[in-house]
């Protein structure tokens, strides 16, 4: 049916007049009324937005390839920052512990490439005893003096925790400083070990600070994988820079660069926020299932399980490091270039794995975080069997991915058990003791690295055997038995708050 006009010309239908507006609301139905539009989100915080560098007027080759750096560069910051402050992390001062670690690692990683050429190339071979147990006397066994030590002063800070990570990188940048002006004289090896000993408690001292930064929207093992994955990947990035110094200034050139380094991360420990010295109400932990001093609380029976099996694992990733150091010196004497490539090829394995598990680690949940931990651990012993049957280079990177894999894998396992079995005014000081554990495992088996010959399968086969035992004492200690008395799995598999 069409529409007729009107017999009155002057007379316009509204469609035909030019400021008639068509209806947009849709007429009145039977039926609830359309829901609410959304509320519009709010735009990101102006340090996550990307920034967009302009267009150079005058295009050229060099101009338009550093115009596309910038912009590139502005976009990864802007992921790299929305990465740090996701899940509340900036709210809850997360990410301003992040950025500590990172540069800790970025540190450690500039002292490691500074000294590649002599703490371990210098070092001595099985040839010369004397000089391999100097060199164990200066470098490993000092580690086993003072990380008894760092676990229980931790303890007894009851302020000043920001203080001492910031003095820790200080005194770093010190000995740095001392390491670059003697770099040719025995004054370097010191204060090497004196800038291992400070990395060392500032891990201690980080996981004792992490529970009070914690986010509410996720987990300890969640967070502390996060911050090793930071941490490896502003190593890897910062490693390169110091093999750049390296190679222009030579190793005390890298040294300089790891002092400023150290330096940068003093003030990013003062950054943290202030609410980490709060410690009132928290209750100091024991190892023991019957503590002797008052108002202690003891360690659960899934946690003991959970120390002794990390425990184990790391005394694989110490021995790995210094006894293919030791190896690849004795097999390939005199030349550099080789040394370098086979060391880095286990190095890069034992990178990969750090990463790989801990990615993991960082995403999925686990059931049964104590057996996970033990399939860990019986993952390590295959591969060093493997080892000892198949020696040679391919094998000792397979045991260095396999280890590095089941060692970060291990460790969030150990944060999951520590956060559902233990109240949380006792997590902090369980942290801290938990990582000084680590730490002494890590030393006994570099000290084995050192002192064994320089063979693959003798080393491997040692490792196999001290490896078995460690994950038939866990196995053992998860059912409430143990092959050391006192330190085994006779305790309740729950523990019960005390009160401070």
């Keep these: 049916m ?7 010309p002057s007379r316009r239908y509204p469609w035909e007049d030019d400021e008639y507006k068509p209806r947009t609301r849709p007429y009145p139905t039977q039926g609830p009324p359309p829901p609410p ?6 735009p990101p915080p102006a340090d996550e937005r990307p920034t967009a560098p302009t267009m150079p007027k005058k295009l050229t080759v060099t101009r338009v390839a550093l115009w596309r750096t910038r912009q590139l560069g502005g ?31 970025a540190a450690d ?21 004397a000089k391999v147990a100097l060199y164990l006397l200066i470098t490993v066994a000092p580690f086993a003096l003072v ?10 800070i009851q302020h000043g925790r920001r203080i001492a990570l910031a003095a820790s990188c200080v005194l770093r940048v010190v000995l740095a400083i001392v390491m670059a002006m003697n770099f040719d004289n025995w004054g370097l090896y010191p204060a090497a070990l004196g800038s291992m000993v400070l990395s060392k408690s500032f891990t201690v001292l980080k996981a004792a600070i992490t529970p ?29 820079v ?58 659960g029976r899934t946690v003991v399980v959970s120390l002794w099996g990390n425990g184990a694992i790391r005394m694989l990733t110490g021995f790995l490091m210094l006894f293919a150091a030791f190896v690849v010196r004795a097999q390939t004497e005199g030349d550099a270039f080789m040394q370098l490539l086979l060391l880095g090829v286990i190095a890069g394995a034992a990178g990969i794995g750090s990463f790989l598990g801990n990615a993991v680690g960082a995403r999925l949940q686990f059931g049964a975080p104590d057996q996970v931990i033990i399939g860990c651990l019986g993952a390590a012993l295959a591969a060093t ?13 397979t045991v260095g991915l396999i280890g590095a894999t089941a060692s970060s894998l291990a460790k969030v396992s150990l944060d999951a058990v520590i956060q559902d079995d233990l109240p949380e005014e006792s997590r902090a000081s369980a942290f801290g003791r938990s990582e000084t554990i680590l730490q002494l495992g890590w030393v006994f088996g570099g000290a084995l690295g050192v002192l064994l010959p320089t063979e693959y399968w003798i080393g491997f086969t040692v490792l196999s055997g001290l490896l078995a035992c460690g994950l038939a004492q866990t196995i053992l200690s998860r059912r409430g038995s143990t092959l050391i008395p006192g330190l085994g799995g006779d305790r309740p598999i729950r523990t019960t708050a005390v009160t401070p």
């Design 385 to 397: 069997i493997l080892a000892a049957i198949l020696p040679g280079l391919i094998t000792a990177a």
């Design 2 to 8: 069409t529409r007729q006009r009107p017999e009155d």
């Design 37 to 42: 539009p959304p509320p519009p989100q709010a």
């Design 242 to 299: 110091a093999a750049g110094f390296a190679n222009l200034f030579g190793s005390p050139g890298a040294l300089w660069f790891t002092a400023v380094l150290c330096l940068a991360n003093a003030v990013l420990c003062l950054r943290i926020p202030s609410w980490v010295e709060v410690t009132e109400g928290e209750v100091p932990t024991s190892l023991r299932a019957r503590p002797q001093k008052p108002k202690r609380q003891p360690l």
């Design 212 to 240: 009070r930064v914690l986010p509410p929207d996720i987990t300890l093992s969640k967070t502390n994988a996060r911050m090793t994955v930071f941490g490896l990947a502003a190593g890897g990035v910062f490693g390169l």
């Design 147 to 156: 990380a008894p030590v760092i676990g229980p002063a931790l303890d007894r």
């Design 75 to 105: 976009q990864a910051v802007a992921a790299f920052r929305k990465a740090a402050h996701a899940d509340g992390a900036k709210q809850s001062g997360l990410s301003s512990l992040t950025y500590a670690v990172m540069m800790n690692y």
């Design 109 to 129: 990683a500039a002292m490691a490439v500074a000294l590649a050429n002599t703490l371990f190339f210098s070092a001595a071979t099985g040839e010369s005893k």
